[in-house]
């Protein structure tokens, strides 16, 4: 059963920095881009960093210089570095991509659960 599940969310004082993981279980990984977004309550969900199958990337206005989206294709894992956190950086944050469903036998987009990512001013 393909999956993605993040990592490594918490409380860091503005300033700070966390890292993020996601890994992803099942096949495709290596073929499809992946991306992290971040929902706060009451807003929608938007679109952070992005990264292709040839790591590529691109970044929310509001992160670019501060946050970094890498991806380690051997362990299928993405990852994303927020370096100089702000408060308005608060929010969960999912990992989004698109793996091989076996069920269905075609790529299905996958969603994790989120961490919780809490900036402190």
């Known amino acids: 059963q393909a999956q993605l599940v993040e990592s490594g969310g918490g409380l860091v004082q503005a300033g700070g920095s966390l890292r993020l993981s996601c890994a992803a279980s099942?096949?495709?990984?290596?073929?499809?881009?992946m991306a992290w977004y971040r929902q706060v309550p009451g807003k929608q969900r938007e679109l952070v960093a992005h990264i292709t199958s040839g790591s590529r990337t691109t970044y929310f206005d509001s992160v670019k210089g501060r946050f970094t989206i890498s991806r380690n294709i051997t362990k299928n894992i993405v990852f994303l570095q927020m370096n100089s956190l702000k408060p308005e950086d608060t929010g969960v944050y999912y990992c989004?991509?698109?793996?091989?469903?076996?069920?269905?036998?075609?790529?299905?987009?996958?969603w994790g659960k989120g961490t919780l990512v809490t900036v402190a001013s």
């Open positions: 099942g096949s495709g990984f290596s073929r499809n881009a």
């Open positions: 989004n991509g698109r793996l091989w469903n076996v069920t269905q036998k075609t790529f299905v987009d996958y």
